[in-house]
């Protein structure tokens, strides 16, 4: 699947939800990347925060797999750059 439209949000949730998680927060940030070459054709940048049990006992290159690993084929259109922030309950690292 590669949806590209406004829904591109809602399709990034679906996937995620795959890790069960106790708070999810999406935020496009493809404004700040306008003009950048990743950008080009349309491809969008996201921010995800996300807590989930499954990080649990993870070092942060393995929570970010597991992120990855829900979305890799939408990588790299119509999503071009993802910053993840992965913690465990209770929430950790999120003010």
């Not at 829904?7 to 939800?17: G, I, K, N, W, Y």
């Not at 935020?27 to 921010?47: C, K, M, Q, V, Y």
């Amino acid at each position: 699947m590669t949806s590209a439209g406004p829904d591109l949000q809602a399709v990034l949730a679906e996937r995620l939800a795959a890790l069960e998680p106790a708070r999810l927060e999406l935020i496009d940030e493809s404004h700040l990347h306008a003009g950048h070459a990743g950008a080009r054709g349309g491809a969008r940048h996201f921010r995800v925060r996300i807590v989930s049990k499954q990080f649990q006992g993870l070092g942060t290159l393995a929570r970010h797999r597991l992120v990855y690993d829900c979305v890799r084929d939408l990588m790299p259109h119509p999503i071009h750059a993802l910053a993840i922030e992965a913690g465990t309950p209770p929430i950790e690292g999120f003010s």
